[in-house]
């Protein structure tokens, strides 16, 4: 069970937008910022999102990211089917931990 | 360009200790802080600390002090992370991350970019 709760699935269809949440609380997205990672099947996560909201160079601007509170979301526009994987967000924890949720299997219809 | 290349597949016995190495090229290795992260089958990720190879200084989860010990050679740009005591539950695909953060600030902990993974299995 994750300190950041994430959505197990989502689904749309190609050209669509979707989001994914991270729900966490005071102690870690309160007060730290937001990653999001892309894990593609069989390979290493690739960082999509950094500082809640910016994007790392090569980063198409279909992906987008936010925080309010104690949550983020990811959100992903023009769905392609190269864009079915696994999402993670990540943040930092008062406990002294880097933190992941427990990851968005995104499937493009 | 920046590039981690990790070593390759162990198969370990419970009690048994693991080492798995992370060769960095592509920027100044002791310029940034690597970290280690797992990833059970199946499952999400999990972090396990970081190094500093420029000062050798390290952080640790709590959940596996005691267990990790990492380690680098500047000489050859390589970072290391040894687990003992291993356990069943220690099978995990293990990514060594360079940090976006210079040591000379703080760690960011944001993970960019990644090794490709080295899988380690724990069996009898």
């Known amino acids: 069970q994750s300190v950041l709760t994430q959505p197990p699935s989502v689904s749309a269809a190609p050209g669509q937008k979707v989001t994914i949440s991270c729900s966490g609380s005071s102690s870690n997205i309160g007060n730290n910022y937001v990653s999001w990672y892309q894990q593609l099947p069989g390979t290493a996560p690739k960082l999509l999102i950094y500082?809640?909201?910016k994007r790392p160079s090569g980063i198409p601007d279909r992906f987008s990211g936010s925080k309010s509170g104690t949550s983020a979301t990811l959100g992903i526009t023009g769905l392609q089917t190269g864009d079915e994987a696994d999402y993670y967000c990540g943040t930092w924890d008062s406990s002294l931990s880097a933190l992941f949720g427990g990851g968005t299997k995104l499937t493009v219809l | 360009q920046v590039q981690l290349v990790q070593s390759g597949a162990e198969v370990k016995k419970p009690g048994a200790s693991v080492k798995v190495s992370c060769k960095a090229s592509?920027?100044?290795?002791?310029?940034?802080?690597m970290h280690w992260v797992r990833q059970a089958p199946g499952q999400g990720l999990e972090w396990m600390g970081w190094i500093n190879p420029n000062s050798g200084g390290t952080n640790y989860a709590q959940k596996f002090q005691g267990r990790v010990t990492m380690t680098r050679d500047t000489s050859i740009s390589t970072a290391y992370m040894e687990l003992s005591r291993l356990r069943s539950d220690d099978t995990a695909v293990y990514y060594c991350?360079?940090?976006?953060?210079?040591?000379?600030?703080?760690?960011?902990?944001?993970?960019?970019?990644w090794g490709q993974g080295t899988l380690v299995t724990v069996s009898s």
């Open positions: 500082e809640n909201n």
């Open positions: 991350a360079r940090d976006r953060g210079r040591v000379v600030v703080a760690a960011t902990y944001w993970f960019d970019p």
């Open positions: 592509g920027y100044t290795f002791t310029g940034y802080y």
